[in-house]
Every structure is written in structure tokens, then in C-alpha cells.
């Protein structure tokens, strides 16, 4: 039995026979470090921009939670601000998800505006 018949059918019990166990050294770059990642930040003021800045210049995926600030909060604004500038320069995107989180992509990732 192969492995995606392992994963697919069977009896409905499952044996640690049948998992198999990723080397994460398989997913990282030539270089032994990992390519994009996804990081997560809090946004509690405007200091708070410049790492997220750096990570997204870097090629780096952000997930920041806004929870301390309101979407009309004017300090909010001005975050927001800053950071579609830097999706726009790097060629990435930005958006908004609920009132509590922003996503910022680095260049050449875009995000679906549409749910799975």
C-alpha cells in the first residue's frame, strides 16, 4: 500500500507505521535558512512599525494584531498608511482582516479577498 493510499482509505485506525515524519532541513534554502516567513507582530504604537517594515523589506510575510487601536484611531491611520507605502514598494499586499488584524505581503504574494 502506498502512502497517499495510507492517507486516503484504510480501515479508519491509524499506526504510527503510517505517518511519516518530515525533515524540516527539506524545506528550507540553499543557503540552510528558511526563504519567506510568516511573522507575527503587535502593533501597541508607532515604534512598532519599523520591524514590521524591516520583516516585510526583508521578503518576510506579516500578521500584525491592531487590537489596541480603533480602525478611526488616528495614530491607526497613520500606521496604515505607512505600511500600504511599503506593499506598494515592495510589490506585495496589504489588507485589513476584521477589526483586529493587518496582513502584509512581500513582493510577488497577494492575498485572496475571497474566503476558502
Known amino acids: 500500500m502506498g502512502l497517499m493510499d495510507k492517507l486516503m482509505g484504510g480501515t479508519g485506525t491509524r499506526s504510527t507505521d503510517e505517518y511519516v515524519e518530515l525533515d524540516l532541513d527539506d524545506f528550507h534554502t540553499e543557503s540552510g535558512t528558511p526563504g519567506t516567513q510568516v511573522r507575527i507582530a503587535n502593533i501597541g504604537g508607532q515604534d512598532d512599525v519599523i520591524a514590521i517594515k ?8 506579516v500578521i500584525a494584531d491592531i487590537t489596541r487601536h480603533t480602525t478611526s484611531d488616528r495614530t491607526m491611520e497613520h500606521i496604515t498608511d505607512e505600511l500600504k507605502q511599503v506593499a506598494r514598494e515592495v510589490g506585495g499586499d496589504i489588507v485589513q482582516k ?4 493587518i496582513i502584509i505581503t512581500p513582493t510577488d504574494v497577494t492575498i485572496s479577498r475571497t474566503k476558502l
Open 54 to 61: 524591516d520583516a516585510v523589506y526583508d521578503g518576510d510575510l
Open 98 to 101: 476584521d477589526d483586529d488584524q
